[in-house]
């Protein structure tokens, strides 16, 4: 399964005359787990749903392995593109499984059933996400990280090369913070998928992703060059402090812990306020 | 995994089906009129002396009894597919106006003294079953212009085109003649009567259609409960289903209203006592509801012509006065299992 992610010029607004994204041009390779980062508003769930199909780009183009989005129909994307989405929507007190399961329904059988090579799919993700054993539970049962891992279950359920997810640790504490970004990174070696996560951890986002797009939200004024609206690269390079300090508009502290860097948002009360611009390394090499 | 196999959901449905035809032919044989089934079965309307039993039961009770069980299918199944596809669990037959719509065409019908017939209907039926159309068209037009998947649009307009036309009705009913109100006033109430079997099995044809096309969409309605957006990155196709859906659902109500007047809270309480017991999937729910619901308006229409005989009850005052409680209990012995009221 391979499915590199092309973005070119794409430039899209709710409003015709006020672009939240402009000229993004980006290509994602098969296999990496990118993060997107950035302050509220810049634009970082309009671009997952770009990437899903659920938006049209009002120019530009989006292609998946060389194959234009806006000549797919929805169901031949949905073989290569899975969404988890940020906020749960209770529906009717389905079930764990009943709700993975519902992945395979453009495949089930003319009387709406599932073929047994959809319960073996269904298995295998439910085993990978660790969700077998509350199977039989109604979903509003259970607790926000367990009902993240069902989602990432249904979304691997669908079988598709590509994974969206938004905001995927939200609500999470740090236990299960941790435990979702090791499931993605375990998916994204083990079953060799193209992982595209939006989070506002800039710390687990430089731990465990390869590439980080950072969207700053100032495509409002489309005169700037690009380079002031996204900029993508590795963790190490675009999560440095005075970008980040740029972007969000505040100041932080940082530290180098081993390979990446960890960051800390100081705002103007902060104890530590006036450490923030220093950059420290507790192991210096 | 415990999931719904095509062989429970098959045995389940004789099971029901089984249950429906008990009940039917047990509610036949009640009535303030004592009749043997055996004295009718002894001769046909081919014997040469004239058989009471038989006549009753095939020319009064048994077109009745399929009649309730026909109006209670098609408004449990609509019921169904209306909580889903709008997902919200207050959703009933008539949220998309109508019975208002229907109630205004029968107002219209009995007021404006028309006394021609359409294939043996009275215009009552006939108005009744355009205008409830006619006001889905109108509630679906409206409410697409309000976005993409216009659930909460469609919704709102639903409520407001209820709000409007209950008040023409009753604009019409305080200037309308006494026994014109009266007659409106009782098939606003619902009430079940002797159809001829022609116009039966034209209903039930529409109305099994219907469900059948219901069910080939069960699947898509499961994946479309948890929002538009999912379903549609699921790969379903999302405005297809729903346009099926609110077309199917609103022309078998429209042929339960047209045969029978407003019967209330069949459509709203069938689904979510089923869900109770059953579970959510709607491959089953849907089926199962359907036949619920027809046991549940028979055995509600037996009542209401038996319990004041020879006089009449309105049965929808039936429906809502023993269905009520029923459901009160199953919503207190259930209660852990109403996550979708949370």
Not at chain 1, 11 to 24: E, H, K, M, Q
Not at chain 1, 72 to 86: E, F, G, S
Not at chain 2, 159 to 170: E, G, K, R, T, Y
């Amino acid at each position: 399964m391979t499915a590199s992610i092309e973005l070119q010029d794409v430039t899209f607004g709710y409003d015709a005359t006020r672009p939240i994204l402009s000229d993004v041009r980006l290509t994602i390779e098969t296999g990496t787990f990118l993060a997107i980062v950035g302050p509220n508003g810049a634009g970082k769930s309009t671009l997952i749903n770009l990437l899903a199909g659920l938006l049209k780009p009002q120019s530009g183009t989006i292609s998946i392995d060389g194959a234009d989005l806006r000549a797919r129909k929805q169901a031949d994307l949905a073989r290569q593109v899975a969404l988890v989405r940020q906020e749960f929507v209770p529906a009717f007190g389905f079930s764990v499984a009943e709700t993975i399961m519902m992945a395979r329904t453009p495949y089930f059988g003319p009387l709406g059933f599932e073929r047994p090579s959809d319960r073996q799919i269904v298995a295998e993700a439910m085993e990978l996400t660790d969700t077998t054993a509350f199977a039989a539970r109604p979903l509003a049962s259970l607790s926000g990280g367990e009902r993240q891992r069902v989602f990432i279950a249904r979304a691997l359920a669908q079988d598709t090369p590509i994974l969206l997810l938004d905001e995927p640790t939200s609500f999470l504490d740090l236990k299960h913070q941790v435990g979702i970004y090791d499931l993605l990174k375990s998916i994204q070696h083990e079953k060799a998928r193209t992982i595209v996560a939006i989070t506002h951890d800039l710390n687990l986002a430089a731990q465990y992703c390869d590439q980080v797009l950072l969207l700053t939200g100032d495509s409002a004024c489309p005169a700037n060059p690009p380079e002031t609206h996204y900029r993508a690269g590795p963790p190490g390079e675009i999560l440095d402090p005075e970008g980040i300090e740029r972007a969000f508009g505040i100041r932080v502290a940082s530290m180098r812990i081993g390979r990446e860097r960890a960051i800390l948002p100081l705002g103007r009360l902060a104890k530590d306020a006036d450490q923030a611009g220093a950059e420290e390394s507790p192991h210096p090499e | 995994m415990r999931l719904l196999t095509p062989k429970t959901l098959m045995i389940r449905i004789a099971a029901a089906a089984l249950l429906l035809l008990v009940i039917m032919l047990c509610c036949t044989l009640a009535g303030p009129e004592p009749v043997s089934l055996r004295a009718a079965l002894s001769g046909g309307s081919a014997a040469a002396s004239p058989n009471p039993d038989f006549e009753i039961l095939m020319r009064v009770r048994l077109p009745r009894v399929i009649l309730a069980a026909l109006v209670g299918a098609a408004l449990a199944g609509a019921g169904v597919t209306f909580q889903a596809v709008l997902r919200n669990p207050l959703a009933d037959p008539y949220i998309l106006g109508i019975s208002s719509g229907a109630g205004l065409g029968a107002m219209l019908a009995v007021i404006s003294g028309i006394q021609w017939t359409l294939w043996g209907r009275s215009p009552v039926a006939v108005f009744a079953f355009a205008c409830a159309l006619g006001t889905v068209w109108l509630v679906w037009a409206v409410g697409r212009v309000t976005g993409k998947f216009h659930v909460t649009g469609l919704l709102l307009a639903g409520v407001v085109v209820n709000a409007c036309f209950s008040a023409v009705i009753m604009f019409l009913t305080s200037i309308a003649k006494s026994q014109d109100v009266h007659a409106t006033i009782f098939w606003l109430m619902g009430n079940m009567h002797e159809e001829d079997f022609l116009v039966l099995w034209a209903g039930a044809g529409a109305v099994g259609a219907g469900l059948v096309g219901l069910f080939f969409i069960s699947p898509q309605l499961n994946a479309i409960s948890f929002g538009a957006t999912d379903a549609q990155s699921m790969g379903i196709d999302v405005r297809r289903t729903q346009l099926l859906a609110f077309g199917i659902s609103a022309f078998i109500t429209a042929v339960a209203v047209s045969l029978s007047g407003l019967i209330g809270f069949v459509g709203l309480i069938v689904p979510h006592a089923v869900r109770l017991v059953l579970g959510p999937d709607h491959r089953q729910l849907l089926p199962l509801s359907s036949l619920v619901g027809a046991m549940f308006l028979v055995a509600a229409d037996t009542v209401a012509r038996v319990v004041v005989a020879p006089a009449q009850l309105p049965v929808g005052v039936i429906t809502a006065m023993v269905g009520g409680p029923f459901f009160l209990i199953l919503l207190i012995r259930h209660n852990r299992k109403v996550y979708w009221l949370t």
